[in-house]
């Protein structure tokens, strides 16, 4: 049994397409009814069995309800994938306390009520794996998103001390966190903005499923942690080495890179404070902009395959260099 958070949209809806394609029994959970309903259509169509659970993670009530119902209806959690997340485009200046309060309630302690929730079941069977979705802006601050940065970075250290209590107890409950790189999501539409123009994730973008398949990939590999997209690897290196310079790097460059053509609309609808009405799918607007695919997250994937090549490599290596010692 896999539960998704924020499933009706993005990576969560592309997730919950992954996992149908194994049969799998997928608890879907977000606000949008109308998302949530397509994508139990979805995963129904793929072969999967879907349960659509709508309500708000920053709810620990509702969301604890919801873990009961899931394991009363199917069976135990096997899986558990928090992803849900909300978030502010502005500079920290325009930005009022109680959003701030609001991206930290879903972003954050909504991954703490679903580990939670997750734990409670897990714990005493001694068994599960549970999947935070992050970002490399788990690692890196960037300006106009201050809420949403500074969520990832607390879900980062809330996974750091499970992790060692985990070891500590000698569990076999498993945790990864999975850093991601900009991504063609639809929040860039609807996540509130006091931006001049439209939001866009930070070029270099990836689909979604690219995600989902690194998602997928550690529910059956449980890894400590897994950086998705060379980018991320990138971002994360350049923060430790050189955080000054990336600093000025940072300040200089990425008002622009968040943004493209056109005005931003301040009266749209945002999915701040409820969600907005329709079904939008796992992809933004960026298709033509978007990879398809990722070589690093390949190499990820097929640790053994390559590790193996490597081997044939050296060893081809070697018989060429005895060969040409002897002739």
Not at 125 to 132: D, F, K, L, V, Y
Not at 198 to 207: G, T
Request: glycine share 8%; aromatic share 8%.
């Amino acid at each position: 049994m896999v539960v998704i958070t924020g499933a009706s949209a993005g990576v969560g809806r592309a997730t919950a397409r992954a996992f149908a394609h194994e049969r799998a029994c997928v608890a879907l959970i977000a606000r949008g009814r109308d998302g949530l309903d397509a994508a139990a259509r979805e995963v129904n169509d793929l072969g999967g069995t879907p349960s659509v659970l709508p309500l708000d993670v920053a709810d620990l009530g509702s969301l604890e309800s919801a873990a009961e119902r899931v394991e009363k209806e199917f069976g135990p959690i096997d899986i558990w994938v928090n992803n849900a997340m909300t978030s502010v485009f502005a500079p920290i200046r325009e930005t009022p306390a109680e959003e701030f309060k609001r991206v930290t309630e879903v972003t954050y302690l909504g991954y703490v009520y679903g580990t939670l929730a997750a734990l409670k079941r897990m714990l005493p069977r001694n068994h599960g794996t549970i999947i935070q979705v992050g970002s490399a802006l788990a690692y890196r601050g960037i300006p106009l998103q201050a809420a949403y940065c500074a969520a990832k970075h607390a879900v980062q250290g809330f996974v750091d001390s499970l992790r060692c209590e985990l070891i500590h107890d000698k569990s076999k409950v498993r945790v990864t966190m999975i850093q991601m790189p900009a991504l063609n999501t639809p929040q860039f539409g609807w996540v509130k903005s006091r931006l001049p123009r439209k939001a866009q994730p930070v070029p270099p973008i990836y689909q979604p499923e690219i995600a989902a398949e690194a998602i997928v990939y550690a529910s059956h590999h449980p890894r400590r942690e897994i950086y998705v997209g060379l980018p991320t690897i990138e971002a994360i290196l350049a923060d430790k080495l050189f955080p000054g310079a990336l600093d000025h790097y940072l300040a200089y460059s990425a008002y622009n890179a968040q943004q493209y053509d056109g005005a931003e609309d301040p009266d749209r609808a945002n999915n701040l404070w409820q969600p907005v009405t329709g079904d939008h799918g796992a992809h933004g607007v960026f298709d033509s902009h978007a990879r398809r695919f990722s070589p690093q997250v390949w190499t990820t994937t097929h640790r053994s395959f390559v590790a193996l090549a490597g081997l044939m490599f050296v060893v081809a290596a070697i018989v060429e260099f005895v060969r040409r010692r002897t002739n």
